[in-house]
């Protein structure tokens, strides 16, 4: 055999160089390619053994099997995601960000299944047995009968699960901080991360207990590292806080066993977490609801549906030039959309000054905010509030004509979880408008939605 030889590793995207650089080709991260030994990586160990291979029993699509049982951890918000609890033999891997919540979430769901009966081993690589200790003494959570263990080791982990009976749930916190010897690689590197994620998958498929494993993200939304592990697992789930206030989402991204367009909302008090079961009056308590000059916007965050308020302000100018202020959205799409309601609609906006903002510190960049916008201009400029209970999505073209824009379905599945009950969009396209709970309002033409709004201020006037 040749001399053992070292590769270089990116530590975001896993991609292999044969030599050192400062950026890799593959994810363009900086400063992201590590040495590693070469044959150290996943499936090396079997590379070196040149057994024969044995006959695999391969079998029919049509064969009989059991739907998955599921195991509910007693969060009802956190099964919800899950697609209706926990599947035994999954593997999930919840990421956050640090001191969003992610062991106090689990620490949570293993004392209520621990409570219920179930062997649950909770293994912390980052923390003390003492600091979990004092989490759950803090969450008035000692009682249950969580099996506790501060370990790295993976061999030793699986080791112990194996021992006794079968964990209904066994939670790795985190990740990142696992090592197995079954790579020559150093803790913490993308082929470690991954071959101590492969034998907790490996324990998992083969005994029937959940899994589930930590991960860190980083500041853009990554999973540091794990992200070469996410297509390994079953369902990936992301805690996160919104606009730095004390409710915190959980949504899957990825869920082999259910749906990942449900939402999970919880509140952090200084008793844990607490199940929010009305989101909307969450998301609605700093908005002042029937207030004129402001419309909820259900857009679209990459994959995930969100809603954000978005307010205007229409003042009268002394400007000879009046002024058209910003935050969090696109400058020339305010042009745009004054423009259109300009020409195509007859609302007159060049003696105001106009004001527009994103509320939560929250940036929009789709097109799909037009409807909104226009909505809450025009509001703002009649004096007439839109209704408290409806979203607005829908990009409008310079023509004045309300344009279709992507997931329609998930944005009004959002706004019917989030308590809202009516939608102005687009005419339905692909996806149809039919979302129980929302009765969704088709307009084609911009100047639909100024009528609809005018009309309002007449009835508040005529009051
Ligand atoms: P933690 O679960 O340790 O976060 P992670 O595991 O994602 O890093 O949560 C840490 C934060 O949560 C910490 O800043 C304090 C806060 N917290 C509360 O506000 N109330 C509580 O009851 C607990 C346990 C934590
Ligand atoms: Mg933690």
Redesign the pocket.
């Known amino acids: 055999m040749s001399r053992a030889r070292s590769s270089f590793v990116c530590q975001n995207c896993g991609a292999v160089t044969q030599r050192w650089q400062g950026k890799c080709d593959s994810c363009g991260e900086w400063n992201t390619i590590v040495e590693e030994a070469t044959a150290s990586g996943v499936g090396a160990a079997a590379a070196r053994s040149a057994r024969k291979g044995r006959l695999i029993a391969l079998e029919r699509l049509s064969g009989a099997s059991a739907p998955a049982p599921r195991l509910t951890t007693g969060l009802a918000e956190l099964d919800r995601v899950a697609g209706g609890g926990l599947v035994p033999g999954s593997v999930v891997l919840l990421g ?1 960000e ?8 689990l620490i949570q769901a293993c004392a209520a299944l621990a409570q219920r009966g179930e062997r649950v081993v909770y293994v912390s690589g980052e923390e003390a047995v003492d600091q979990v200790r004092l ?1 759950a003494a ?2 008035g959570l000692t009682a249950a009968p969580v099996e506790l263990a501060a370990e790295t080791s993976v061999s030793d982990i699986v080791a112990t699960l194996q021992a006794g009976r079968r964990p209904a749930l066994a939670v790795i916190d985190s990740i990142q901080t696992m090592w197995t010897d079954a790579v020559e690689s150093t803790p913490g590197t993308v082929t470690q991360v991954r071959a101590s994620a492969q034998a907790l998958i490996r324990y998992a498929k083969t005994t029937g207990a959940c899994v589930i494993l ?1 991960g860190h993200v980083t500041k853009d939304g990554q999973i540091a590292g794990p992200r070469v592990v996410e297509h390994m697992v079953d369902a990936v789930v992301n805690f996160e806080a919104d606009g730095g206030h004390h409710f915190r989402i959980l949504r899957a991204s990825k869920n082999r066993f259910g749906p990942t367009d449900e939402i999970g909302v919880f509140e ?5 977490l607490a199940e929010v079961t009305n989101p909307s009056a969450l998301f609605l308590s700093g908005r002042e609801a029937g207030a004129p000059g402001a419309a909820v916007l259900a857009s679209m965050e990459g994959t995930r549906p969100l809603l954000v308020e978005v307010q205007a302000l229409c003042a009268p100018s002394a400007l000879g030039m009046p002024r058209r202020s910003v935050v969090g959205w696109d400058a020339n799409r305010l042009a745009m959309v004054i423009a259109v309601l300009e020409t195509h609609a007859g609302v007159r906006l060049g003696q105001h000054d106009v004001y527009l903002s994103v509320a939560g510190g929250m940036r929009i960049v789709e097109p799909a905010a037009d409807l909104a916008a226009a909505a809450a201009l025009v509001s703002s400029l009649t004096g007439a509030a839109p209704p408290a209970d409806c979203v607005y999505f829908g990009e409008i073209g310079l023509s004045g004509a309300v344009r279709q824009v992507p997931h329609a379905g998930l944005r009004l599945k959002e706004a019917a979880k989030l308590g809202f009950s009516a939608a102005v969009c687009p005419p339905a396209g692909r996806e149809p408008l039919d979302v129980a709970g929302v009765a969704a309002r088709s307009i084609a033409q911009i100047a639909e939605l100024v009528a609809d709004i005018a009309a309002r201020a007449q009835a508040r006037r005529g009051r």
């Open positions: 956050g640090p001191g969003i919540g992610k062991s106090t979430l989490r803090r969450l930590v952090m008090t200084g008793a844990g």
